[in-house]
């Protein structure tokens, strides 16, 4: 089945540490997201890839980084920058070559800090 | 600068009954999408109805419809005849620049 794979969906770290959180996609997207999920704050955008080896910042992307070398991978780094990095991580894509703009959603990494 | 405001941050209804979830957001563009998510306690993001703005009629899923105000620029979710699955955040979303409202937190009452 097409999807959206997040992984790990768990993710504990120490603080001052870097983590990498893993998304893939097999719909053949060409555009893919990434989100912060804070209790009372909704989603807000921390990067997002319009097509591979390019990428941009979204509103909250200081204390992240991103890569897309390949159309289907688009992990995140949650770098010891980030000072408050406990949430919950949501990766989206979109097909960019329809008109409907729907994004899929990942199931999700929820990141602790510990 | 583009936003997109939902004021009720929880709201309840009782099991059958109707309610109306509330949305609007600020632009300059004259043709986006409109978009309402549903996220239940499993997390996961489901689409619940979409409304393109140049279409002037309203958006119906079954139970879920919108009242797409576009001079107001006001996107209002009803959900009729309520159901116990319903309950779960709900996320207004502005597909043009990908961003979303803070969320509602609907509880439906048996």
């Known amino acids: 089945d097409g999807g959206i794979t997040q992984s790990p969906k768990y993710l504990f770290r120490k603080e001052g540490q870097n983590v990498t959180l893993s998304c893939e996609q097999n719909l053949n997207h060409d555009a893919m997201y990434w989100y912060r999920q804070d209790p009372g704050q909704g989603l807000r955008l921390i990067y997002y890839?319009?097509?591979?080896?390019?990428?941009q910042k979204g509103d909250i992307a200081e204390g992240y980084s991103v890569s897309r070398e390949k159309k289907e991978s688009f992990p995140l780094t949650v770098t010891s920058a980030q000072k408050n990095p406990t949430a919950f991580y949501l990766c989206?894509?979109?097909?960019?070559?329809?008109?409907?703009?729907?994004?899929?959603f990942g199931e999700g990494s929820r990141l602790t800090v510990l | 600068a583009q936003t997109v405001t939902q004021s009720q941050p929880e709201m309840s209804v009782q099991e059958a009954e109707t309610v109306t979830l509330s949305c609007t957001y600020d632009t300059s563009e004259n043709n986006y999408y409109l978009f309402w998510y549903k996220q239940p306690p499993s997390r996961q993001m489901i689409l619940v109805i979409r409304?393109?703005?140049?279409?002037?009629q309203n958006a119906t899923e079954n139970r879920f419809s919108v009242n797409f105000q576009k001079a107001a620029k006001s996107f209002s979710l009803k959900i009729s005849d309520s159901q116990l699955g319903d309950t779960a955040m709900y996320f207004c979303a502005f597909m043009n620049i990908m961003r979303f409202g803070a969320g509602t937190r609907l509880t439906v009452k048996p």
């Open positions: 989206a894509s979109k097909n960019t070559g329809t008109n409907t703009g729907e994004l899929f």
């Open positions: 890839s319009q097509i591979v080896n390019d990428f």
């Open positions: 409304q393109e703005a140049y279409k002037q």
